[in-house]
């Protein structure tokens, strides 16, 4: 069973922004609202990386330095989704990003960012 999907990917010139989002749909409102939400990537040909973590409690987040100051993530308990702002987007920002949490793994959504 599919128990985290993402979606919002797509292809963005730099500079440009995208919202990524992450439904949990499958977990419970009690699983989700307790669990640390978080963003990997993995770009082409290298190894997949942590990006962001909400928590579930305060909402304290972490971030990459590689994206700090661009990208923002947040959640929303009521819809059992999280989300990624991602703004000021590069080149190397292109990635498949995935959304983690309870261990359970989405299945990804592509970015691309190219002129």
């Known amino acids: 069973q599919v128990q985290l999907v993402e979606s919002g990917g797509g292809l963005v010139q730099p500079g440009g922004s995208l919202r990524l989002s992450c439904a949990a749909s499958?977990?419970?409102?009690?699983?989700?609202?307790?669990?640390?939400m978080n963003w990997y990537r993995q770009p082409p040909g290298k190894e997949r990386e942590w990006v962001a973590s909400?928590?579930?409690?305060?909402?304290?987040?972490r971030y990459a330095d590689s994206v700090k100051g661009r990208f923002t993530i947040s959640r929303d308990n009521t819809k059992k989704t999280v989300y990624l702002q991602m703004n000021s987007l590069k080149p190397e920002d292109t990635a498949v990003y995935y959304c983690?949490?309870?261990?359970?793994w989405g299945q990804g959504t592509q970015v691309t960012v190219s002129s």
């Open positions: 983690q949490a309870v261990g359970y």
């Open positions: 499958r977990f419970t409102f009690s699983t989700f609202s307790t669990a640390t």
């Open positions: 909400i928590n579930s409690g305060s909402g304290i987040t």
